[in-house]
């Protein structure tokens, strides 16, 4: 096959293709730092491995062969193909009262306005959660004042910035269109080289039906084939990318060597992707790679995965700046904090420096101050100087910016106070930290004296039943009603409406109980409702709520977001939020 290389006839290769395979082979598979007030502010897609042996490289490379001759038919099919795909996503739009007309209404310049701002923010969990539904709901593309390939770049920009690797793999998969999320793709791909799990990244190729455009993932797709020992199916495409124009020596020399084609290792070493640096490693028997503060987080990733990291018994103590590199990784969680403070145990400290921490730490540079301050944790025993010393190593580690390198180790020194040795001076401090470490109240607590804690939220879960439910509501609206002390908040208002959006019937003579302010409702927010754009509508949802949970935005926000999603008929998604926010949990 290397001979492929010698032959001037560029359809040649194409016939020598057929010849070998038929009908073709798929992809694969100086700060106070004893102050101890705080400062700081899907569903799985279910794919087979059968057709392994699809139309891919006849697809991807003939079709590049003539557009490059500049055969307009070809050109025309391929764009009739991509028009074809006009609904794409991973959740049927009637799961949350969504439609599948849902952005045809939306005005492109309205959207990337909205995106825009959006993007400056950082999104709570519910927030993202909301538009992550809203971005991968079926649904037909935009129209108006926005192309395609805008609103495709609106999707992959969130799904970058907020990466659910499992979620955008099922996205890419499900819908075929690893070629119009190239970005995407690559991203998906990185992670699991970063996490050496070469095997998971390649059998995303095995996937993949249609052809593979995009430089950098036809290059780690040709590397898949190697990796398999589907030898001249990468030989082909690799002549046939040449054809094209593709040249890189780097990459060659690598694939080369992989082949057989090399006996001697290619030592060079390229941090331009992940894909060189793994390339690299995998072509050098003798492969050695030190980190520094300026290696990427997917490199630092991948060393730590493929075990290519020093032992720590092996570090100086002396080379500050790589014991500063990994705590930086450390930070970035690409170093595994145990291994940092077992670093910080080997520092050698006399009598006198244990004794008088806060002293000596004036001394000391802020990395031997950390390595002190953690062993004066490890033997102290009066819990109000463990306490000290630990506020004291967190903030140490937060002047640094590195405060994600203490996290572990720091729940795990908290834990282990026992919460009535507190003194009072730690309390807060303590109860700060050790709230957030617990897990989120999620049991229902029925208290049928207030409305909108009542059984009769039990209606909105996924299992809930109409019957009696309007009696119910009617029974409990009058013994309010007779109850002057009783007072009607918004949450009970917000309940009530809800029922009544969907056809529950409340009796007139409950008229007076509450007063409704559609005023409360943004203006461009009633625009939208009125002319039926239920993605902007969503949109500016999901902006309204930012960076707060849904259980900590005041009554009157949660007000207008409900009326809204009643107008749109969304209600199962309206009907998780309400399970979310009204309900006494515990």
Known sequence: MKNLKLLNKKYLLVILYYLFFGLTAQSQEPVDIWNIQEKETTENLDTTEDSEEKNVIQNSIYKMQLQKEGDSNIKEDQSLVANKIKIVGLYDPAE????????????????????????????????????????????????????????????????????????????????????????????????????????????????????????????????????????????????????????????????????????????????????????????????????????????????????????????????????????????????????????????????????????????????????????????????????????????????????NAFDLEFRAFLKEINKEEIPSNFTSFYNDHVDKDKAALTKIKINNKILHQSKLINYFKSDGSRKNISKDLNNLLKKIKKNKKYFFSKKDIILVEAFKSDGIQVSDKFKDLYEINESEIPADIKIFINNGDMAAVMLRIVEVIGQDELVNIDEDTLYFIISALNQLDADPLRNKILLKVLPLKV
Request: net charge neutral.
């Open 96 to 403: 949350n009262g969504l439609d599948i007309n849902m952005w045809s209404k939306s005005n492109g310049d309205q959207i990337l306005n909205i995106f825009k701002r959006i993007d400056k923010m950082n999104l709570s969990k519910d927030a993202s959660e909301i538009l992550d539904i809203l971005l991968l709901t079926n649904a037909h593309y935009p129209e108006i004042n926005i192309s395609k390939d805008q609103f495709l770049e609106l999707k992959s920009n969130w799904l970058i910035k907020n990466p659910n690797f499992k979620l955008i793999e099922n996205y890419l998969l499900k819908n075929q269109i690893i070629n119009e999320h190239p970005k995407l793709a690559k991203l998906l791909v990185d992670d699991y080289l970063s996490k050496s799990k070469i095997k998971k990244a390649c059998k995303i190729f095995s996937k993949i039906k249609e052809p593979i455009l995009d430089n950098y993932l036809s290059k780690f797709n040709i590397y898949c084939l190697v990796n398999n020992n589907k030898r001249e199916e990468a030989q082909l495409l690799l002549d046939l990318k040449k054809e094209l124009g593709f040249e890189e020596n780097f990459y060659e020399k690598k694939i080369n060597f992989l082949m057989g084609y090399s006996s001697l290792p290619d030592v060079q070493i390229s941090e331009n992707t992940i894909l060189d640096f793994h390339l690299s490693h995998r072509t050098n028997p003798q492969f050695k790679f030190e980190p520094n503060d300026s290696t990427s987080k997917q490199i630092w990733k991948y060393l730590s995965t493929s075990n290519l990291l020093d032992s720590i018994k092996e570090v100086e103590l002396t080379d500050i700046v790589k014991i500063s590199s990994i705590e930086k990784a450390t930070h970035e969680k690409n170093y595994p904090e145990k291994e940092l403070f077992e670093l910080y145990k080997r520092f050698q400290f006399n009598i006198n420096q244990l004794l008088n921490i806060k002293e000596s730490t004036k001394v000391l540079s802020a990395l031997e101050s950390r390595a002190l301050i953690y062993q004066g944790i490890l033997i102290t025993t009066k819990v109000e100087n463990k306490l000290l010393l630990i506020n004291a190593l967190k903030n140490s580690f937060k002047n640094e910016g590195i405060e």
